[in-house]
């Protein structure tokens, strides 16, 4: 009997131990008024109409868009001929491309983040350098890794087709007159780019300038358009409450409703992913290790300095907003919290815009659970968030609650395909 | 004609008084003591205050004998204690908008839980101090 006792014993132990990690914890009957309240708040029926944006007087203008649409799939808008805005976030991947880092004309240092949703952001790119969405499309295609084109260029490309250029001046008048010479012109390109920018007159620049933020406003327009669908997981919170079973309709199952528990619990994932949109849109640090090759990058911190200096920003001659509008702008904060520190992605449709995190760094869900569980140390500053100590077969939950935010777009076919002139 | 014209006063003048009026019959979201025994009232331009929507408050300081405090100073700092982080963004008092009550801009919380703002003081009663405690 006693050479059974220790095999016994040590098979006992291990059952125990792979069932705690590996079982799920019975789930309660009803939801608390909290819990229910939490739920409810992260339904896209409570998604408030989009912002009007002050610094964009066409932000809503329909035929603004559809400027924008073309704009948005023209492959003219780049240096090799070769990269438009839908080149990286392309419809069919939920505006995303499915690399960890975008490649444009060249490989660029940032993962592509989706566009849905991304109207109701204060602020753009990962690092929150620009204040408008029109005025971050600007930006890459005078990038030289994006499309690596320059304003006087695309100024250029607009007065010679027929149809943007009537489409133009019925929105915003007269294109200004170009010179003969040079033909490439930016205070952002290469020397000649730059140095050809700096011989032209200040009224010349100025023109130039204004149709360049006319084109980002009329982008921004189109951009506006692309709204996040209703999935399962919002035609279960539309219905729950504290009275209600745990179970609801049936739209989720067991290990779903686990995991949205664990979402708005214990993995403290709704402290930064709240809202219908998943996301408050600010700025953390979850200590993501940098890019390999690159240093560690400073985030929000340089972000919000390049924003304040951005000649395209809502303070700024060529955005329509009052002084007094650029509320973001105007309270932003600019401490060292900020160091690091990466926008909040939305997490709708978070199952098809793999790979994750501002590098592409993480390549799944189940490794992005993990790294919020173990919350390792920030190669710089500090990691907000703290370990979390969940099983894995939480973690499993918390995955498997991510397949329910993945719905069709909230958009009229016709925006989502290159247009036809 | 006097009267045709005070008839036309009448609701252009309660028009012009509206949205005042609105937030003085609003009761206080927050109330807290200072340092010194005044009262500091915050009433929300967001109304009730939610997560990640940018606004306004208008804080009403009132001394201990209870009249307005007029020319004050008023800084708002803070955070959430439990998440080792402050606030999304840097609230600045812009104006004094009637005797004792003050214009606090760029308001935003941006998570659900606890919230703990320092507001700091400084008038013709010196500086003082008031904790203001919350949950969204």
Redesign the interface.
Known sequence: MKRFLIPGLLVIGLGAGLGWQLLPAPLPQAWTPQEAALIQSLSLSQLPALSPDPSNAVADNESAAKLGQLLYFDSRMSGNGEVACATCHQPERYFTDGLPLAAGTALGPRHTPSLVGLSHSPWFYWDGRKDSQWAQALAPIEAGHEHNLDRLQVIRLIAKDRDYSERYTALFGELPSLPATPQAASPLGNAEASASWQRLSLAQQSGINRAFANLGKSLAAYQRKLLPGPSRFDEYADQVSSESGISGNGMLSREEIAGLKLFIGDGQCISCHNGPLFTNFEFHNTGVLAVAGQLPPMGRYDGIRLARKDEFNCLSYYSDAQPEECIELRFAKDDNELVGAQKTPSLRNITETAPYMHGGQIADLTAVMQHYNDAPTSMLSHNEAKPLGLRPVQLSQLVAFMQTLTAPLNVDPGWLVAPSQ | MTFRNTAAAVPLAILFMLPVSQLWAQEANYSIQTSKGSTLDVFSQLNPVV??R?HSWELALTGPDESPVTGAEIFVTGGMPD??????????MTRETSPGRYLL??VRF????RWQLTVTINSHQGDEIGLLDFEL
């Open positions: 997560i990640n940018i998440h080792d982080h402050g606030l999304p963004t840097l609230p600045i801009e760029g941006h998570m659900p839980g």
